[in-house]
Structures are given as C-alpha cells and as structure tokens.
C-alpha cells in the first residue's frame, strides 16, 4: 500500500555541480525537494521505488546500486541508487564500468537521495515510457503499491517545456494552463486529475512528467493520501513542481 509520496523535478541542474555559477537559482526548487524526501522517511516506508521519464535503453526495472553519470553534462561525476550517507556526491567521479546506466531522471532521484542519507528502506529505480497509456501507468502504480505493506514512491519529472520563447520547446501558450492543472493535481493529490492529462497535449509541450505522475495516481488509488505542493516555478521556461503526498 502506499503510504507516502515525494514529486520532484529532474532537471540535472539541480546538482550544482553542473548548474555551476547558476545553482542558487534552483536553491529553492533543492530545499523543497529536500523537505519531500525528508517526509518519505518519516513515513517508514518498506520499500521506496524511484520513477521517472526515461529512453527507450533505460526503461524498467533498476536494482540498488545501479549508476548513473553526469558525464554526458560535462561533469566528472556519478551517483549510486540506494548508496548509504558516507558518499560525497557533489565530488564523485563518474564509473563507466558499472551496471546498466540510470536514465537522468533517476540520477537526479538518486543524487537527492544521497544528499538526504537515505538509509530508510530498500530501493529500486523505474524508468518510465514517456509516450505509455494512462491505463498502463495506472496499472503499474497499483503494481508498485501491491508489493509491500509499506510503499514510497519518489516521483521524478518536469511540467512543460514550452513556457517561454526561450524554453526548450520554445513558446506554446497551452503550457500554462497545462502545468497549471498538473500543479493543482499534484498539490491535492488528486489522481484522477492526474489520469486525465492529456497524453498528446503533454507529448507536444514536451512534459516528461506525466506517465510517472499517472503511474503515482494509480498507486495512489483508494490509499487516501492528502497532498501538498511545496514549490512551483518556471525557470528557464519549463515547468518544476515539488509535492508530498502522505
């Protein structure tokens, strides 16, 4: 059963390391995802699953300890899913060498775990299609949400992308309104608000967090979780929302 849930955003600039010189601009966005993570562990959860938006390679399941790199981002540095808090991972070179890469969304799920120390429960990674039916991310939350008394979910992914002209999928004013109804799904944890983002529309404003927050929603069925958004800002033109649900 699902007992708790953290949404984060998965931009990588949100490990300053590569943000560089403009990391204080996403401090606020890293409080709030910390504040999330901090209230799945007061949940004393079994098991956490990590989900996010990921390439064709990197879809399914990812065991504890797999690795993800920075180094495509231009930054010598790598993160380890369910690493313990002895790790300094704002200095760690990256290991080619390891398992199946993690898709960036769940390295940037693993890099906030590791600030956080996270020791609470074991862990495994889930990369998501982006382009899969709410029906089959629905299915596969309730999946999540069955294998264990006590279920987490760190949910990774971004809003539109389209909110500014210098967004990555430039200007397109339905973005607004988009990451509006997804803010207000995710801030009072409504699923079936969340089930009924448009897959199209999302694909066209290049929102990589709708199947992961409709996989949330289906594992969040009949668990009556209360949420609340901590944080909701378009830098760089793409949407960023930080939620708990518990």
């Given at each position: 059963?699902?007992v708790a849930?953290a949404?984060?955003?998965?931009?990588?600039?949100?490990?300053?390391?590569?943000?560089?010189?403009?990391?204080?601009?996403?401090?606020?966005?890293?409080?709030?995802?910390?504040?999330?993570?901090g209230?799945?562990a007061?949940?004393r959860?079994?098991?956490?699953y990590?989900?996010g938006?990921?390439?064709?390679?990197?879809?399914?399941?990812?065991?504890?300890g797999?690795?993800?790199?920075?180094a495509?981002f231009?930054?010598?540095?790598s993160?380890r899913?369910g690493e313990g808090p002895?790790v300094?991972?704002?200095?760690?070179?990256?290991?080619?060498d390891?398992e199946?890469?993690l898709?960036t969304?769940l390295?940037?799920?693993?890099?906030l775990?590791?600030?956080?120390?996270w020791a609470d429960?074991p862990i495994?990674?889930?990369?998501?299609?982006?382009?899969?039916t709410?029906?089959?991310?629905?299915?596969?939350?309730r999946?999540?949400?069955?294998s264990?008394?006590?279920?987490?979910?760190?949910?990774m992914?971004?809003?539109?992308?389209c909110?500014?002209?210098?967004?990555p999928?430039?200007?397109?004013e339905?973005?607004?309104?988009?990451?509006?109804?997804?803010?207000r799904?995710?801030g009072?944890?409504?699923?079936?608000?969340?089930?009924?983002?448009?897959?199209?529309l999302?694909y066209?404003?290049?929102a990589?967090g709708?199947?992961?927050w409709?996989?949330l929603?289906?594992?969040a069925?009949?668990?009556g979780?209360?949420g609340?958004?901590l944080?909701?800002?378009?830098?760089?033109?793409v949407?960023?929302?930080v939620?708990?649900?518990?």
């Amino acid at each position: 059963m699902l007992v708790a849930a953290a949404v984060c955003p998965c931009p990588p600039l949100l490990v300053p390391a590569i943000a560089t010189g403009a990391a204080p601009e996403l401090d606020a966005a890293r409080a709030a995802c910390a504040d999330a993570v901090g209230l799945l562990a007061a949940a004393r959860p079994d098991r956490l699953y990590v989900i996010g938006p990921a390439p064709e390679g990197a879809r399914g399941a990812h065991p504890a300890g797999a690795v993800g790199s920075f180094a495509g981002f231009g930054v010598d540095l790598s993160v380890r899913l369910g690493e313990g808090p002895a790790v300094d991972h704002d200095a760690r070179p990256a290991d080619a060498d390891d398992e199946r890469s993690l898709p960036t969304s769940l390295a940037v799920g693993a890099w906030l775990l590791g600030r956080a120390g996270w020791a609470d429960a074991p862990i495994e990674g889930l990369g998501v299609d982006e382009t899969a039916t709410p029906d089959v991310c629905a299915g596969l939350g309730r999946e999540l949400a069955a294998s264990a008394e006590r279920v987490a979910l760190l949910v990774m992914g971004d809003g539109s992308a389209c909110r500014t002209v210098k967004a990555p999928g430039y200007l397109d004013e339905r973005a607004e309104g988009f990451d509006a109804a997804a803010a207000r799904a995710l801030g009072t944890a409504d699923g079936a608000a969340l089930l009924a983002l448009d897959t199209e529309l999302a694909y066209e404003l290049k929102a990589a967090g709708r199947a992961p927050w409709q996989v949330l929603a289906g594992a969040a069925d009949g668990a009556g979780l209360d949420g609340r958004l901590l944080f909701e800002d378009a830098p760089y033109g793409v949407g960023y929302f930080v939620a708990a649900w518990s």
